[in-house]
Nanobody, 123 residues
Framework: QVQLVESGGGLVQAGGSLRLSCAAS????????MGWFRQAPGKEREFVSAISRSGGTTFYAEAVKGRFTISRANALNTAYLQMNNLKPEDTAVYYCAASRLRVASRGDEYDYWGQGTQVTVSS
């Protein structure tokens, strides 16, 4: 069992930056691949980014490539999502998730989810 708590969301103007954090407690953090997903109002949840257990492999959705960077600090039991050049279409609730797979990019591959943090980008 692992518990995940996201933080770092907020309101930012277009072109601005935010860094989301996902603090994990419970079982050994580096046992899990980590991912970020988001859900905008009226839309389905979508994959944003994922990172392998070791941090050596990362994946990004096309919509965020070149703007977002996922990372993890296993010694701190924390995953991060650095979001730069934010756009209004990035507005959503962002969720972090943990998977027992080595790396995972589909929602159904994740076993544990955080409660989400709101990101709002104004134009």
């Amino acid at each position: 069992q692992v518990q995940l708590v996201e933080s770092g969301g907020g309101l930012v103007q277009a072109g601005g930056s935010l860094r989301l954090s996902c603090a994990a407690s419970g079982r050994t953090f580096d046992y899990y691949a980590m991912g970020w997903f988001r859900q905008a109002p009226g839309k389905e949840r979508e994959f944003v980014s994922a990172i392998s257990r070791s941090g050596g492999t990362t994946f990004y959705a096309e919509a965020v490539k070149g703007r977002f960077t996922i990372s993890r600090a296993n010694a701190l039991n924390t995953a991060y999502l650095q979001m730069n050049n934010l756009k209004p279409e990035d507005t959503a609730v962002y969720y972090c998730a943990a998977s027992r797979l080595r790396v995972a990019s589909r929602g159904d591959e994740y076993d544990y989810w955080g409660q989400g943090t709101q990101v709002t980008v104004s134009s």
